[in-house]
């Protein structure tokens, strides 16, 4: 909170503008007390994200100043979803674990349910949970398409595909004469991800298809997607979902998945994913779920009635360091 409140209060961006400010002039430019804004860039000098000099008492951005814009808003996207989505509602953990629901947002919300059904009605949690998954998306689907095989004029359906960002990188990555994209998610999505696709100019490529995953997976495609969602949810659920994609596809049909994963060593520093997502997805999201290890996933598909063919992790040196999710895409077909 301390380095996102310096971006918040502009600070960082006072320091790009006009190097070399003392506390008491960037607290002038910013509206804060001096003494607060020294406070807070203790921890960023500490950092060496930003430089102090003993002699002026004039601050200037040190390891800040090397970063992309691109970068620091990725960056800004996880901080933010960290604070509007995490820590109020992680008071709450305790509870959310005992109950199996998400009670921070009912204190603080009156909402019931999870996160994605509050986004609905709380503009706060929307933009912060939606801008971070977008950049997500946006991310990780170059990869994902490059691993994954969708053949020729394929029947596609992207499973919780929301508001049709799955659907238009699939048609756009894996684009062939006939290939046919359709987002399965709760109706509310519809009018969104119709507009979505005309503004991408592919609405006569791509559909929306209305239901719950959990009643009926619509019938009829080759390959099946589910991206961004099995992670959400425990191991009864994530197997009703791949018994519901597994009833959906002829013998010979594939799904593709791309989920987060837990290293197979556990105390593998270089992964976090077991930092983030158990709180996240327990006190603040679902009250329930979280990622496994991909070697739970490769067995549970295999009990479903799928027959592994592919299984490959985002290699942890290719992820910036300031991404949380360490990405895996598991690809199998559907057996007699």
């Avoid at 996102?4 to 502009?10: H, K, M, Q, T, W």
């Avoid at 009156?110 to 997500?136: I, K, P, R």
Wanted: hydrophobic share 40%; proline share 4%; net charge negative.
């Amino acid at each position: 909170m301390s380095l996102l409140s310096c971006f918040e209060l502009g600070l960082i961006d006072q320091l790009r503008d006009t190097p070399n400010l003392t506390a008491t002039e960037l607290g002038d430019a910013v509206g804060a007390k001096p003494d607060a804004v020294e406070q807070l860039l203790f921890l960023l000098v500490k950092e060496g994200f930003v430089a102090y000099d003993e002699d002026t008492a004039a601050y200037s951005l040190d390891a800040l100043g090397e970063v992309a814009e691109r970068d620091i808003k990725r960056a800004l996207a996880y901080m933010n979803l960290i604070k509007v989505t995490a820590l109020r509602q992680l008071f709450y953990l305790t509870e959310s674990a005992r109950t199996g629901t998400v009670v921070g947002l009912k204190e603080l919300y009156g909402a019931e349910g999870t996160l994605y059904d509050a986004v609905a009605d709380h503009q706060d949690l929307n933009d912060s949970w939606l801008t971070l998954m977008n950049n997500v998306t946006a991310n990780i689907d170059p990869w994902f398409f490059a691993n994954v095989d969708i053949p020729a004029g394929s029947r596609v359906l992207d499973v919780a595909g929301n508001t049709g960002l799955g659907a238009i990188h699939t048609y756009q990555h894996k684009a062939s004469p006939g290939l046919r994209v359709t987002t399965f998610d709760l109706p509310d999505k519809e009018t969104k991800a119709l507009e979505n696709f005309r503004a991408a100019g592919l609405q006569e490529h791509l559909s929306f298809v209305g239901g719950n995953v959990f009643d009926e997976i619509p019938q009829g495609f080759d390959v099946v997607l589910i991206k961004h969602f099995l992670d959400m949810f425990d191991k009864d659920d994530v197997f009703r979902i791949l018994q519901g994609v597994n009833k959906s596809l002829e013998v010979g049909g594939q799904v593709n998945i791309l989920v987060p994963v837990y290293p197979e060593n556990i105390k593998d520093t270089d992964n976090y994913n077991v930092d983030f997502f158990p709180a996240f997805f327990i006190g603040c999201t679902m009250g329930q779920g979280g990622p496994q290890k991909l070697s739970t996933y490769e067995r549970w598909l295999e009990e479903c009635g799928f027959k592994l063919t592919k299984a490959v992790t985002k290699d942890s040196s290719e992820i910036p360091p300031d991404v949380i999710p360490v990405q895996a895409i598991l690809s199998a077909t559907k057996i007699a």
